[in-house]
Nanobody
Framework: QVQLVESGGGLVQAGGSLRLSCAAS????????WAWYRQPPGKQRELVAS????????NYADSMKGRVTIFRDNAKNTVYLEMNSLKPEDTADYYC??????????WGQGTQVTVSS
């Protein structure tokens, strides 16, 4: 089992920045893929960014490419999502996700991001 706890969400003005954190605990050595998803109000959940454990290869959604960075701090067992130049359309609940080598997926409880115009 893996537990994920997000933090760092909040209210920010358009053009501002936020850093989201995802603190992981439990059987994190089984995780080979980490990701951030978001779910805007009334819409489906969508991938924002991902990073692999071994190679550190990253992938970004086109809608946020160039404005977000995903990275890990192995010493702190934490995955971050740095977001810049935020837009009102970035308003959403942001979720951390981890996928294990045995095929299990884990979600955090989410953190709310609101971008005002």
């Amino acid at each position: 089992q893996v537990q994920l706890v997000e933090s760092g969400g909040g209210l920010v003005q358009a053009g501002g920045s936020l850093r989201l954190s995802c603190a992981a605990s439990g059987d994190i050595f089984s995780i080979y893929y980490w990701a951030w998803y978001r779910q805007p109000p009334g819409k489906q959940r969508e991938l924002v960014a991902s990073i692999t454990t071994n190679s550190g290869r990253t992938n970004y959604a086109d809608s946020m490419k160039g404005r977000v960075t995903i990275f890990r701090d192995n010493a702190k067992n934490t995955v971050y999502l740095e977001m810049n130049s935020l837009k009102p359309e970035d308003t959403a609940d942001y979720y951390c996700y981890a996928h294990s080598v045995i095929g299990a997926g884990y979600w955090g409880q989410g953190t709310q991001v609101t971008v005002s115009s």
